[in-house]
């Protein structure tokens, strides 16, 4: 079956470092892999995605590269800010799954 | 404003007291699911819906029910709530195309006591 794994949280940062979440993942076929975030007390919003081996999404400052060879979609960000304070789930979807298949979510902290 | 909305968003019961979460959407989408979130286990499926009248059981379905009678509506039902179904739980649609975009609902944090 389908899976994905994250880096255990939580992680603290002071504002501007650099920030990598690692998501790595396990799928039957070729999935689609996105990045939701979700801030204190809001559902999850999209923040990025990635359809197909070698595609890059980004959104907000954040970046993921879809690398099939490591069944990995890490996301990154360059400098971060307060405001990135959050939850962060990597997902995926495969052609033959009906829906999303999650990680267990990584609380990033942003120090000022 | 495109929105998934519910209600209420925070519940407090008792153990056996039925109860229903309320789940409305207004982008006119065909996929609809309920998820629970708890510390560590991430976002797991409850239920989905593809269409009126088409549920089938998520990852976590048992002590659950859900119905779908109208394409903006999918209300969560628990017949006898048991204090491990106290947890934060988020409804969801999006359209029925492979990789659309997931909105989410703000959430309903329930507690059985």
């Known amino acids: 079956g389908n899976s994905v794994t994250q880096m255990e949280g939580p992680v603290t940062l002071s504002e501007e470092a650099f920030l990598t979440i690692n998501c790595t993942y396990t799928?039957?076929?070729?999935?689609?892999l996105f990045w939701y975030v979700q801030y204190p007390g809001e559902g999850l919003q999209l923040l990025l995605k990635?359809?197909?081996?070698?595609d890059k999404g980004s959104n907000k400052g954040f970046e993921a590269t879809y690398r099939k060879e490591t069944t990995s979609f890490h996301l990154e960000k360059g400098s971060v800010q307060v405001s990135d304070s959050a939850v962060y789930f990597c997902?995926?979807?495969?052609?033959?799954?009906?829906?999303?298949?999650f990680g267990s979510g990584t609380q990033l902290t942003v120090l000022p | 404003e495109a929105q998934v909305t519910q209600n209420p968003r925070y519940l407090i019961t008792v153990t056996g007291k039925k109860l229903t979460v309320t789940c409305s959407q207004n982008?006119?989408?065909?996929?609809m699911s309920w998820y629970r979130q708890d510390p560590g286990l991430g976002l797991r499926q409850i239920y989905y819906?593809?269409?009126?009248?088409?549920?089938d059981k998520g990852d976590v379905p048992e002590g659950y029910k859900v119905s779908r009678k109208e394409k903006r509506n999918f209300p969560l039902i628990l017949e006898s709530p048991s204090p491990n179904q106290t947890s934060l739980y988020f409804c969801?649609?999006?359209?029925?195309?492979?990789?659309?975009?997931?909105?989410f609902g703000p959430g309903t944090r329930l507690t059985v006591t």
């Open positions: 819906s593809m269409n009126v009248e088409v549920t």
């Open positions: 997902a995926l979807k495969d052609g033959s799954a009906r829906q999303l298949t």
């Open positions: 969801a649609s999006r359209t029925g195309q492979g990789t659309s975009e997931q909105y």
């Open positions: 982008m006119n989408h065909e996929y």
């Open positions: 799928a039957t076929g070729y999935p689609s």
């Open positions: 990635a359809t197909k081996a070698d």
